[in-house]
C-alpha cells in the first residue's frame, strides 16, 4: 500500500514538472515576443522624432494573448505622378527611414527582426518607393541603400541609447505617451552628445614658444548631433 502511495505521489510529482517545463517555453517566447514589440516601436518612435514626425502614444502587449506594438503617429501618404517633385522625394525617403527603423532596432534587442510588424513595414515601405522609382530594379537598389542607411543611423550613438532607454520603460510600462515619449528620447540624446572626458596632456616647459603650442588643443565631439 506504501509503494503504491509513493509512486502515485511519484507520477504526480513528474506530471507537475512536465507541465511546468511545457508552460516555461511559452512565457519564455512571449516575453521575448514582448522585448521584440517594445524594440521595434521604440525604433519607430525615436526615428519619428529625428525625422521631426509628430506622435501620439505607443504601445505593447495590449491585445489579448499576442505581444504586439502599436505606434500612434501621423505620417502623410505619398501619391504617384509626382516623381519630379524634390520636396515628395525626400518625403518618402524620410518615411520609409521610419518604416524600416522598427526592424533595425529589434536587431539591438532581440539579434533579429521576428515581429510580425517588420514585413507589413517593408510593404508599405516598398509602395512608397514605388511612388518615385520608375523600374523595379531602380526600386530595390533605393530599398536597399535606405535600408543600410537606416542600419547605420540606428546604430548611431544618438538613435541607439534613446532605443533602448525607450524600450526599456515600455517592457515596464506597456504604454507610454507622447510627452514622456519626448522627454525619454531627449534625456537619452543628451546622454549620448556628452563628449568622454578626455584627459589632457601636460603643457612642455622647455620654452615659451613649446609652451604656446602645447596649449592649443581642440576637443572632438564623439557624437554630434544628427541635422536633419
Same mark, same amino acid.
Given at each position: 500500500m506504501g509503494s503504491r502511495r509513493a509512486s502515485t505521489r511519484l507520477a504526480d510529482a513528474r506530471e507537475s514538472a512536465l507541465t511546468a517545463t511545457r508552460r516555461r517555453p511559452?512565457?519564455?517566447r512571449r516575453q521575448r515576443r514582448?522585448?521584440?514589440?517594445?524594440?521595434?516601436?521604440?525604433?519607430? =518612435?525615436? #526615428?519619428?522624432?529625428?525625422?521631426?514626425? +509628430?506622435?501620439?502614444?505607443i504601445s505593447i502587449g495590449t491585445d489579448e494573448g499576442e505581444a504586439l506594438g502599436w505606434l500612434d503617429l501621423w505620417l502623410p501618404h505619398a501619391t504617384s505622378g509626382e516623381a519630379e517633385n524634390v520636396q515628395l522625394a525626400r518625403a518618402v525617403e524620410r518615411d520609409i527611414i521610419l518604416l524600416l527603423a522598427? =526592424?533595425? #532596432?529589434?536587431?539591438?534587442?532581440?539579434? +533579429?527582426?521576428?515581429?510580425?510588424?517588420?514585413?507589413?513595414d517593408f510593404y508599405e515601405a516598398m509602395r512608397r518607393a514605388g511612388s518615385i522609382c520608375r523600374t523595379s530594379e531602380e526600386m530595390s537598389a533605393y530599398?536597399?541603400?535606405?535600408q543600410l542607411r537606416t542600419h547605420a543611423l540606428v546604430?548611431?550613438?544618438?538613435?541607439?541609447q534613446p532605443i533602448e532607454r525607450l524600450a526599456t520603460r515600455l517592457l515596464e510600462?506597456?504604454?507610454l505617451g507622447a510627452?514622456?515619449?519626448?522627454?525619454?528620447?531627449?534625456?537619452?540624446i543628451s546622454g549620448a552628445q556628452r563628449p568622454s572626458s578626455i584627459r589632457r596632456p601636460s603643457r612642455p616647459r622647455s620654452s615659451a614658444a613649446g609652451s604656446r603650442r602645447g596649449s592649443i588643443e581642440h576637443s572632438d565631439n564623439?557624437?554630434?548631433r544628427l541635422h536633419r
Open positions: 511559452r512565457a519564455s514582448l522585448r521584440a514589440a517594445a524594440f521595434h516601436e521604440a525604433g519607430h =518612435a525615436v #526615428a519619428a522624432h529625428h525625422l521631426h514626425v +509628430r506622435l501620439r502614444r522598427g =526592424a533595425q #532596432a529589434e536587431r539591438i534587442g532581440v539579434g +533579429r527582426s521576428s515581429c510580425p510588424a517588420g514585413g507589413v530599398l536597399r541603400w535606405l546604430e548611431s550613438p544618438t538613435w541607439r510600462r506597456r504604454q510627452r514622456e515619449i519626448r522627454a525619454i528620447i531627449r534625456a537619452a564623439l557624437h554630434p
